[in-house]
């Protein structure tokens, strides 16, 4: 029978239906969004030269790297009861959606009639420039959160290994840990036979007093006193 100080072998994560299939909903999107990135602008009529370079350095590492993520964090959840992925999962995954939604929509291609792109066709040609300084950054954190997705499956995934393993991940279950680990090393209470050996030892090992000293200097002096006698 387990100890209930011992963690359990496997740990608990509560989740819904939703989160329990959110693996799923992470390559959905990830299609959609390499598509909506390498051809969205073919919505409004302005797919150009740049069509395939897009698609090649832009939508093809987007969805390699959103699979790949959505595969780690379906592998993590497969050790809990629930299925489930964890809350921080579900937000960073839905900010990266929306920074790479962004992307496609800002992002221009090269057309008969000049750069255009979606955010142009709908605000008109004057905002181009505009368009080039979110296309700048959204760039960037599209790569940048499609990779921190990447890391944190496998953050998740070194966690729950630690978990099942039974080691402590904060501070107060490391301090926890150490008390129990005091608890089990310090000796029991003492017996009424121990306690009476002790107190024997002492008895054994201590000095005796003055007067022991005086009796023998009394029996001296008679020794002394019969020879004289004597």
């Known amino acids: 029978m387990s100890s209930p100080d011992r963690p359990s072998a496997v740990p608990s994560r509560p989740g819904s239906a939703f989160s329990r299939g959110f693996p799923v909903v992470m390559v ?7 598509l909506w990135v390498g051809f969205g602008r073919g919505i409004v009529g302005l797919l150009g030269a740049l069509t395939p ?9 987007i969805l390699v790297l959103h699979v790949v993520a959505a595969a780690l964090f379906r592998r993590d959840s497969l050790n809990y009861p629930s299925h489930a992925v964890t809350g921080r999962t579900i937000a960073t ?3 990266s959606w929306v920074i790479t939604w962004g992307l496609g929509f800002f992002l221009p291609d090269s057309t008969p009639e000049g750069m255009r792109s979606v955010f142009t066709h709908v605000t008109g040609d004057e905002y181009l420039e505009l368009g080039y300084g979110f296309v700048n950054i959204l760039g960037v954190l599209s790569v940048a959160t499609a990779v921190a997705l990447v890391l944190l499956a496998v953050t998740e995934l070194r966690v729950t290994a630690r978990r099942l393993r039974g080691e402590p991940l904060t501070e107060d279950e490391r301090l926890d840990r150490l008390e129990r680990d005091q608890e089990q090393d310090a000796p029991g209470p003492a017996t ?32 002394a006193s019969s020879g004289e006698q004597r």
């Open 192 to 223: 009424t036979h121990d306690s009476g050996a002790v107190a024997a030892s002492r008895a054994c090992t201590t000095p005796r007093g003055p007067a022991s000293g005086t009796g023998d200097e009394a029996r001296a002096d008679r020794a």
């Open 93 to 95: 995954a839905v900010a």
């Open 53 to 61: 370079v897009y698609a090649v350095a832009l939508a093809l590492p």
């Open 28 to 34: 959905v999107m990830a299609v959609l969004l390499a």
